[in-house]
C-alpha cells in the first residue's frame, strides 16, 4: 500500500509569490498516475494536474507540476487570491488510491 | 462529459446500514471507459479514498474499510451505488462519486458530494 505524505501542512503566501507544495510517496510511483486537485470550501476537488505535470482543461498555466519516483512537487509560481484552497496529491497506479493528507494554501 | 449526482439519507442511526446511489449521465456504468469510485471527507479532515467498480465486478476497497464496504453496479438505470454496514459516528462525512478514466486519467468528473450524518 503506497501512502502519500504532502508537505508543508499550511503555507501562508503573499499574493505574486511562488508556492511550492511537495508530495512524497512510500514507494515508486509511475508518473503517469500521480494527480493533483484542488478543492475549495463547500465544493467537490477539482483535478489541477495528471500525470504529475500535465495541466487538466482550463487551468491557469501558473499552476505546474512535476517529479518522478516518489518526489513530486506542485508550484504555484505567481499566487492569485483564488487560490486559496486545499491542495491533495493522488496516486493511481496502485489501489488502494491513496490521497495526501493535504496541504491548505492561505494568503497573508 | 460525464455527469454525477449522488442520492440518499441524509441521517443514518448507528449500528445500521449506509446506502447511496450514484447516478451517471453521458456515460454508460457498464463501460470499460471508467472506473467509477467513491471517497468520502470527514468535517474539516481530508479525501478519503473508499473504492471503485469496474467493468463486470471488478472492485477494490480500502483496506481499512474493506469489511463493511461494498460498491455495485445497476446498469438498467445507470446509476452504482456505495453500501456501508455497521455505521458509527466517524462515518459522518461528505460522500462523493467520481469517475476516473481507465486509459486516460485526466477523464475525472465529481458529483457535487452528498453530507451523511450519523446519529441517533
Known amino acids: 500500500e503506497i501512502v502519500l505524505t504532502q508537505s508543508p501542512g499550511t503555507l501562508s503566501l503573499s499574493p505574486g509569490e511562488r508556492a511550492t507544495l511537495s508530495c512524497r510517496a512510500s514507494q515508486s510511483v509511475r508518473s503517469t498516475y500521480l494527480v493533483w486537485y484542488q478543492q475549495k470550501p463547500g465544493q467537490a476537488p477539482r483535478l489541477l494536474i495528471h500525470g504529475a505535470s500535465n495541466r487538466a482543461t482550463g487551468i491557469p498555466d501558473r499552476f505546474s507540476g512535476s517529479g518522478s519516483g516518489t518526489d513530486f512537487t506542485l508550484t504555484i509560481s505567481r499566487l492569485e487570491p483564488e487560490d486559496v484552497a486545499m491542495y491533495y496529491c493522488q496516486q493511481c497506479a496502485s489501489a488502494p488510491w491513496a490521497f495526501g493528507q493535504g496541504t491548505k494554501v492561505e494568503i497573508k | 462529459q460525464v455527469q454525477l449526482r449522488e442520492s440518499g439519507p441524509g441521517l443514518v442511526k448507528p449500528s445500521q446500514t449506509l446506502s447511496l446511489t450514484c447516478t451517471v449521465s453521458?456515460?454508460?456504468?457498464?463501460?470499460?471507459?471508467?472506473?467509477w469510485n467513491w471517497i468520502r471527507q470527514a468535517p474539516g479532515k481530508g479525501l478519503e479514498w473508499i473504492g471503485y467498480?469496474?467493468?463486470?465486478?471488478?472492485?477494490y476497497y480500502n483496506p481499512s474499510l474493506k469489511s463493511r464496504v461494498s460498491i455495485s453496479v445497476d446498469t438498467a438505470k445507470n446509476q452504482f451505488s456505495l453500501t456501508l454496514t455497521s455505521v458509527t459516528a466517524a462515518d459522518t462525512a461528505v460522500y462523493f462519486c467520481?469517475?476516473?478514466?481507465?486509459?486516460?486519467?485526466?477523464?475525472?468528473?465529481w458529483g457535487q458530494g452528498t453530507l451523511v450524518t450519523v446519529s441517533s
Open positions: 453521458n456515460a454508460s456504468v457498464g463501460t470499460t471507459s471508467y472506473y
Open positions: 467520481a469517475s476516473r478514466g481507465y486509459s486516460y486519467v485526466q477523464d475525472d468528473f
Open positions: 467498480f469496474y467493468y463486470r465486478g471488478s472492485t
